[in-house]
Each structure stands twice: as structure tokens, then as C-alpha cells.
T-cell receptor, first 112, second 111 residues
Framework: GAGVSQSPRYKVAKRGQDVALRCDPI?????LFWYQQALGQGPEFLTY????????KSGLPSDRFFAERPEGSVSTLKIQRTQQEDSAVYLC??????????FGPGTRLTVL | DAKTTQPTSMDCAEGRAANLPCNHS???????VYWYRQIHSQGPQYIIH???NNETNEMASLIITEDRKSSTLILPHATLRDTAVYYC????????????FGQGTTLQVKP
């Protein structure tokens, strides 16, 4: 069956550029999570949506990071004025409620 | 969510059982023990979870001690494709339900 998909899989950006990363959750999943994974580290929570409502954005590292899920399905993570320290894999996960989370393949962002 | 402690790395011979331990001594009564794994360059993959009883599915078995302070993930017949980082996470659905990953155990299955 269809799992969580993310696009693009790889993104190279010049420092200062804006980027947008897309997540398509499993159909019918209410909860959607974004995580950031630096090289050699475990994923770290960024933000959480329940349907279209962003209920927790405590993990977003700066105000350059913005996420939305306007219709309660597809979500976009936007990073403005990218910096080198933003280089990481960005993972999206969805779950039916707050139970088992299923992850997408991630988007590897490299900021030059 | 409670903190978990896992060995940094482990080796296992192909075809043998891989037993991955996890300590979660401060786990609370409503927190489940979840196991995920991450194969290189892929997203984390759900394996199994449990609360008190031992659990088994097509991928693995999960043994949780009676006091719930530790658990063991068992891959009964490890293959080279099981080489991955394995994360043990104590997780309740309080707050937002976010997962807190540690460093995990890097399991190397050797031929």
C-alpha cells in the first residue's frame, strides 16, 4: 500500500535561498510530524499537526522554519534564508492518531 | 517520555538470533516501548511495540521484563539486510505524541 512520500528526495541550495519540502502522509492519517536528522544523529522533533492545526512547533530551530498543512493532508516545511547548519535529512511521519508513526524516506538538504 | 539506554553497537552472525537490549528504568505506566530501525539512507521503519506483555510479529519479538525497566528486541534469524541502527523509544501519547530518539544501536550482521 501507499506509504508516506516526500519530495524532493535530494535538494541542494545555496546559502540564503528559500526551500520547500513536501510530505504526502498516508491517506486518512490525522497526525503528521516533521523531524530533522543531522548526520550520525537520531531524528529530532520539529513540529506536529493534528489535521490542519499545528499543535506543537516547539522543535523548530528558528523563525526561518515554517510548516503548514492547510487542508489536513499534504504538508510543506519551508526554510527561509537557508544556512549551512540547516543541512540535514528532513523526515516526515504520519499516524492515525498519536499511535504508531510511519516515516517517509526523507529529504536530504545540502546547503552550500 | 522516559529516557532509554542502548549499547552503541553490536555484531551478529548471519542466520543467528540478534538480541538487542534496552534499558528504560524510568518508564511510566502508560508508556509503550517502541522499536524502530533505520537502514542507511532510509527513513525509520516501525518494527514492534508493547506495553507489558511480550509481543511477536513477522519482523521480530519483543520481550519486556516484568518490572518494565528493560526490554529486548529479538530478530530470530538475522540477515545481512537487517544491518541498521535500531532505536528503542519509551513513548506515551501525552502531549503531541512526538518520538524522542536516542543514539540507537548499530547492528552489523556479518556473513
Amino acid at each position: 500500500g501507499a506509504g508516506v512520500s516526500q519530495s524532493p528526495r535530494y535538494k541542494v541550495a545555496k546559502r540564503g535561498q528559500d526551500v520547500a519540502l513536501r510530505c504526502d502522509p498516508i491517506s486518512g492519517h490525522v497526525s503528521l510530524f516533521w523531524y530533522q536528522q543531522a548526520l550520525g544523529q537520531g531524528p529530532e522533533f520539529l513540529t506536529y499537526f493534528q489535521n490542519e492545526a499545528q499543535l506543537d512547533k516547539s522543535g523548530l530551530p528558528s523563525d526561518r522554519f515554517f510548516a503548514e498543512r492547510p487542508e489536513g493532508s499534504v504538508s510543506t516545511l519551508k526554510i527561509q534564508r537557508t544556512q549551512q547548519e540547516d543541512s540535514a535529512v528532513y523526515l516526515c511521519a504520519s499516524s492515525l492518531q498519536k499511535d504508531t508513526q510511519y516515516f517517509g524516506p526523507g529529504t536530504r538538504l545540502t546547503v552550500l | 517520555d522516559a529516557k532509554t539506554t542502548q549499547p552503541t553497537s553490536m555484531d551478529c552472525a548471519e542466520g543467528r538470533a540478534a538480541n538487542l537490549p534496552c534499558n528504560h528504568s524510568t518508564i511510566s505506566g502508560n508508556e509503550y516501548v517502541y522499536w524502530y530501525r533505520q537502514i542507511h539512507s532510509q527513513g525509520p521503519q516501525y518494527i514492534i511495540h508493547g506495553l507489558k506483555n511480550n509481543e511477536t510479529n513477522e519482523m521480530a519479538s519483543l520481550i519486556i521484563t516484568e518490572d518494565r525497566k528493560s526490554s529486548t528486541l529479538i530478530l530470530p534469524h538475522a540477515t545481512l539486510r537487517d544491518t541498521a541502527v535500531y532505536y528503542c523509544i519509551a513513548h506515551g501519547s501525552s502531549n503531541t505524541g512526538k518520538l524522542i530518539f536516542g543514539q540507537g544501536t548499530t547492528l552489523q550482521v556479518k556473513p
